[in-house]
């Protein structure tokens, strides 16, 4: 009998365990802490490295190995002598990675990214979404294991909140994502591309006043806490909310789109600036932002690193 198979867990929120339909009591933190490590990586080998890193952070004990040793054979008598396997650099969660809902997350994040401008899309993203309840690894007491990886799944969560927004602004369907916008820019007050949207949907449901209101706020907040003023976007949202009486046409920030542009390679001996802007630009159209690695001598025999450019577009 394969003991993993039916093991379900829940790392988006508050930490739960099922196996089939009969919930899983982990009381002891360390338990915790070693299964969201493996399930985090279910069907692959985790090293010894990475969960002694999940169970004590940099400050691990002499026989950290032993340690991990006796900790999955807890685990074990718990899920099931099956649901961890020994391997030879490390141990695997046997268990499908569609039941993690981590993993499940990750995946139709994918899905919609490749669906974009579809059906599919929305579908995906609303599945995505429903899977999160709350800051990742709660009840998990692994600082190394929160920093390596919250950080990453609430950006992903808070973008798959974003473009949907954009799909229902685009569809007519403003009233729909104030509540969440609102509740989301109270918990991320510097992330302004919430605020953005938060703007255009009131201001299409006909509550500009509201907007211009959260607009005030949010400046100065921007200046008090950062010395700065909104972003170009912003002030734009807001000075058409204010002169025309509705927000402009929203679209995606350009950074989105940036993202996916094409990446320039190349390796040669850089004389000066304006000839990597040739290699870099060579074939494109595109001009290049980024890094660039080149050698610092024409033999190539000691490669450095430096970052010598930016063009704005």
């Given at each position: 009998?394969?003991d993993?198979?039916?093991?379900?867990?829940?790392?988006?929120?508050?930490?739960?365990?099922?196996?089939?339909?009969?919930?899983?009591g982990?009381?002891?933190g360390?338990?915790?802490?070693?299964?969201?490590?493996?399930?985090?990586?279910?069907?692959?080998?985790?090293?010894?490295?990475?969960?002694?890193?999940?169970?004590?952070?940099?400050?691990?004990?002499?026989?950290?190995?032993?340690?991990?040793?006796?900790?999955?054979?807890?685990l074990?008598r718990?899920?099931?002598?099956?649901?961890?396997?020994t391997?030879?650099?490390?141990?695997?969660?046997?268990?499908?990675?569609?039941?993690?809902?981590?993993?499940?997350?990750?995946?139709?994040?994918?899905?919609?990214?490749?669906?974009?401008?579809?059906?599919a899309?929305?579908?995906a993203?609303?599945?995505?979404l429903?899977?999160?309840?709350?800051?990742?690894?709660?009840?998990?007491?692994?600082?190394?294991?929160?920093?390596?990886?919250?950080?990453?799944?609430?950006?992903?969560?808070?973008?798959?909140?974003?473009r949907?927004?954009?799909?229902?602004?685009?569809e007519?369907?403003h009233?729909?994502?104030?509540?969440?916008?609102?509740?989301?820019?109270?918990?991320?007050?510097?992330?302004?591309?919430?605020?953005?949207?938060?703007?255009v949907?009131?201001?299409?449901?006909?509550?500009?006043?509201?907007?211009?209101?959260?607009?005030?706020?949010?400046?100065?907040?921007?200046?008090e806490?950062?010395?700065?003023?909104?972003?170009?976007?912003?002030?734009?949202?807001?000075?058409?909310?204010?002169?025309?009486?509705?927000?402009?046409?929203?679209?995606?920030?350009?950074?989105?789109?940036?993202?996916?542009?094409?990446?320039?390679v190349?390796?040669?001996h850089?004389?000066?600036?304006?000839q990597?802007?040739?290699?870099?630009?060579?074939?494109?159209?595109?001009?290049?932002?980024?890094?660039?690695v080149?050698?610092?001598?024409?033999?190539?025999?000691?490669?450095?690193?430096?970052?010598?450019?930016?063009?704005?577009?």
């Amino acid at each position: 009998m394969n003991d993993g198979r039916e093991l379900a867990v829940s790392l988006l929120g508050p930490l739960e365990v099922r196996r089939g339909r009969t919930p899983v009591g982990l009381t002891a933190g360390r338990l915790r802490t070693l299964l969201a490590a493996l399930a985090l990586s279910a069907g692959d080998t985790v090293s010894v490295k990475r969960l002694t890193l999940a169970l004590w952070g940099e400050e691990f004990p002499a026989n950290a190995r032993r340690g991990v040793h006796t900790y999955v054979a807890r685990l074990r008598r718990v899920l099931g002598p099956d649901a961890v396997r020994t391997m030879p650099d490390g141990y695997r969660l046997d268990a499908d990675p569609d039941r993690i809902d981590v993993l499940r997350f990750r995946r139709l994040l994918a899905e919609a990214g490749r669906a974009r401008g579809t059906a599919a899309e929305r579908a995906a993203l609303e599945e995505a979404l429903a899977l999160w309840r709350g800051p990742p690894f709660e009840g998990v007491d692994s600082d190394w294991l929160c920093a390596s990886e919250s950080a990453c799944l609430l950006e992903s969560y808070l973008g798959a909140v974003e473009r949907r927004t954009d799909l229902d602004l685009a569809e007519g369907r403003h009233g729909e994502p104030v509540a969440e916008l609102m509740e989301l820019t109270a918990r991320h007050p510097l992330r302004e591309s919430l605020w953005g949207r938060l703007l255009v949907a009131l201001g299409r449901c006909g509550r500009q006043a509201e907007a211009l209101a959260h607009y005030e706020r949010l400046r100065r907040h921007l200046v008090e806490e950062l010395g700065t003023e909104p972003s170009a976007e912003l002030r734009r949202i807001y000075d058409s909310l204010l002169h025309l009486g509705t927000p402009p046409d929203h679209q995606a920030p350009a950074a989105l789109e940036r993202t996916r542009r094409r990446v320039a390679v190349f390796a040669g001996h850089v004389v000066d600036l304006a000839q990597a802007d040739g290699l870099a630009g060579a074939g494109g159209g595109e001009r290049f932002t980024g890094v660039c690695v080149v050698p610092d001598a024409a033999d190539g025999k000691k490669p450095f690193l430096a970052v010598f450019w930016k063009h704005q577009q």
